[in-house]
Structure formats: structure tokens, C-alpha cells
């Protein structure tokens, strides 16, 4: 065996047994919020897709006429030929659900983080990050030379804390959070926030991948409050609620100006395919036009909180903490048997000790169905 095979195998080997090894497996899901897998039919608790969009119909025949119009590939970067005129659509039409002038519109949300965190932080600044953010903006703040200090999840005391001691000694300092958790569906207290580092003179980004299409009519987290939130810096996904794929931006045109000549991510990565933007153009006449199904997810989830006494919920998105990984995996295959599509999430996607059972729901899950799998859950799992 060669070296690097055996580096491989070993690895596997160790992950194996903690029980932390991932695998593929082949899933096609259709429309109704239904997954098959080796031939059978899964109600589906565990896609992003919160409203279903993905599958469609008027969805995926705005992809296949950006296709035909614009090509498989953008072929090449934005800055070179891959700016096609459906690019500029898709900005503007982001920056009014978002209340910015400008916004700018990346390949993935993972490459956004990649690209912003870098732009606006370089190697004398601070950046403050929610220890649950998601792993790409941990990574983006890896990639910049600034200065990276973890606060406690949604902890003001301890954001406020850090900036008192830290802030002056930066020129610049960048707060980074989701607006809502992906793992554990909870909110950031960004009014607060945004407050917060107002008065510091900190920038606060939150990503908005989960909120966007399903909190406050789909505008998002920033608008989930009694008042908006100030987030100069409002990023998010496509590929979620949105049903299609890319990341974005929305800011002032100077600050969106500044990414499109200086974010490595769009610079250097071809432009997102036309058939993901033509998607999201059709995705946001529909989050406009249907305010009761960009309500359902959210109602849907609440009805699974009520039914078990947790708290309510405050996105689609409602984690049950089991503890080791085994009891996740063991949880998600007697759900499986019951044809439920449930995610079992285990570290280092999550803290030790916390891995769970991640229920995204969607418009399309009926409330029997919800009802069915609280039930199972109470009765055979907690
Ligand atoms: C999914 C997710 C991303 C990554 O977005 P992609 O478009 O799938 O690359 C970024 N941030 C959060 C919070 C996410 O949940």
C-alpha cells in the first residue's frame, strides 16, 4: 500500500471508531418533500429546501430558459465574460427584499464567507465571531490576517466585554453571527447586536442562509424584530429557502463596490451557472407573491415544538439533543424505518456531547405527518 493510501486508511479507520466517519448515499428527492433512497420513499425532515422551491414547476422552467438563453456555464469569472445580464436582475432584486442599495451575488455561500471576512478585515483588524457560526465563516476568518476571538453563542454580556477590551487596539473590527443557527435553529439577538456594535464602531455581518425566504415574509432575520435590525452587512444563500445555489452580499453600493474588485472568491471562480440565478429570479416572485407558504415552515415547526413542550420554535429548523454520536445514528435509522428523513448531525458539525437529530420543515410537510413523527419521537426516542 502506498503511503498515502495507508494516511487514508488510517484516518478512516480512527474516524470509524468514534463513529464520526461520513458517507454519501445516492437521494432523490422530488416535489412534495419526499426523498427516495435504495428504492424507498421518505417523507424528508432533513432538507434546506424550506419552500420547496427547488422542485418547482415555474423554478425549474426559469432554469431551463436561462440555459437555453444563457448557456450551461458562465464561462468564465464575473470581472472577465461570466456577468451575464440576469446577474445584475438577481442583485437588484436581492437588495430591495433586503432594504440595500447594492448587493453581489457569489458562486456559493461557502465562497462568499471565503471572500467577504478577507475584504473587510485585514491583518490589524479584530473579527468577533459567535462560536456556533457556521464552519465557512470560521473559515473566512481563518483566511484573513486580522485577529479572530470567539464570544459565547448569542452572549451579549461577552461580546460587549470583548469589544471594552479589545477595540481600541484595532483600527477596523468585524462582528460576524448567523441570523439564524443552522444547527440549532435559534435566532442572534441581532437588533441588540446591531446596537452594540453600532456604538463600538464595529461592522456586524450576519448570515442569513436559514432566514431568508422564511422569517418576517421572507426579508429575513435583520426584519424578524420589532424593528430592523442595523446589520450593514446582510450575506446569505441561495441554495436554501431559495431553492436554487449561490451565495450573496447585500450592503451600500461603496461597500459592494469594494467586494467586486477585492473578494479572492469572485475574482478568481467562475460566475454562478445562469440556470442557478434564472432559478432564484422565479424563487423570489414566489416568496413575494405566497406569504402563506413562506409562513408554513416556521407554523409547521411550532406545531412540532407544541406537540413535544420544547420551546417554541423560532425558524424551520428544531435540533433534539441526544448526546453521543451512536445515539444520533441510532435515532435517525429507527426514524428511517418509519420512512422519516431525519438527519442525525454529530460532531465536528456540533459540540462533543451534542449530537442530534437536526427537523428542517417545509410548506410541504402536512400537519398529520408532523403530528405522526412528534409522536413517534415521544413515544419510542426521548
Ligand atoms: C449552508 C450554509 C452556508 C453555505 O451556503 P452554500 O450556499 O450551501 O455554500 C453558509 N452559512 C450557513 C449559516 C449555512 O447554513
Not at 479584530?126 to 465557512?136: G, P, R
Not at 467562475?270 to 414566489?286: F, N, Q
Request: net charge neutral; with cysteine.
Amino acid at each position: 500500500m502506498s503511503s498515502l493510501d495507508r494516511y487514508a486508511t488510517d484516518k478512516l479507520a480512527q474516524l470509524d471508531a468514534r463513529q464520526l466517519r461520513r458517507r454519501l448515499v445516492a437521494t432523490s428527492r422530488s416535489a412534495g418533500g419526499i426523498a427516495e433512497r435504495d428504492g424507498r420513499r421518505l417523507i424528508s425532515f432533513a432538507c434546506n429546501d424550506y419552500l420547496n422551491l427547488s422542485t418547482d414547476p415555474a423554478v425549474k422552467a426559469a432554469a431551463i430558459a436561462a440555459v437555453e438563453r444563457f448557456g450551461a456555464g458562465a464561462g468564465a469569472s464575473r470581472l472577465v465574460t461570466g456577468n451575464y445580464p440576469l446577474l445584475d436582475q438577481l442583485e437588484g432584486r436581492l437588495a430591495a427584499l433586503k432594504g440595500t442599495a447594492a448587493a453581489c451575488v457569489f458562486g456559493s455561500g461557502y465562497l462568499a464567507n471565503m471572500g467577504l471576512i478577507p475584504c473587510f478585515a485585514g491583518a490589524d483588524d479584530l473579527i468577533l465571531v459567535d462560536e456556533l457560526a457556521h464552519a465557512c465563516i470560521h473559515a473566512g476568518a481563518a483566511l484573513s490576517a486580522g485577529t479572530v476571538i470567539r464570544f459565547r453563542h448569542n452572549d451579549l454580556t461577552h461580546l460587549e466585554a470583548l469589544l471594552h477590551k479589545h477595540r481600541a487596539g484595532h483600527p477596523n473590527c468585524l462582528v460576524v453571527t448567523d441570523g439564524v443557527f443552522s444547527m440549532d435553529g435559534d435566532l442572534a439577538p441581532v437588533v441588540p447586536m446591531g446596537d452594540l456594535c453600532a456604538g463600538h464602531d464595529a461592522w456586524l455581518m450576519t448570515d442569513d442562509a436559514h432566514g431568508i425566504g422564511v422569517l418576517a415574509a421572507g426579508r429575513g432575520s435583520t426584519y424578524a424584530g420589532a424593528t430592523p435590525a442595523r446589520v450593514p452587512l446582510q450575506m446569505g444563500t441561495l441554495s436554501k429557502a431559495i431553492g436554487s445555489y449561490g451565495g450573496y452580499l447585500c450592503a451600500s453600493q461603496p461597500v459592494i463596490d469594494l467586494v467586486k474588485t477585492r473578494a479572492r472568491t469572485l475574482i478568481y471562480s467562475t460566475g454562478l451557472p445562469p440556470a442557478a440565478a434564472g432559478a432564484a429570479l422565479a424563487a423570489l416572485d414566489i416568496i413575494e407573491q405566497d406569504p402563506a407558504r413562506v409562513a408554513r415552515p416556521v407554523a409547521l415547526a411550532r406545531q412540532f415544538t407544541d406537540r413535544l413542550g420544547l420551546a417554541p420554535a423560532a425558524s424551520p429548523i428544531v435540533p433534539i439533543i441526544l448526546g453521543e454520536a451512536g445515539l444520533a445514528l441510532a435515532a435517525s435509522a429507527q426514524l428511517a424505518a418509519e420512512n422519516y428523513l431525519v438527519t442525525a448531525i454529530r460532531p465536528p458539525t456540533v459540540p462533543q456531547g451534542t449530537a442530534r437529530l437536526r427537523f428542517a420543515f417545509t410548506a410541504a410537510h402536512h400537519p398529520d405527518d408532523v403530528a405522526a413523527v412528534a409522536a413517534f419521537l415521544a413515544q419510542r426516542i426521548l
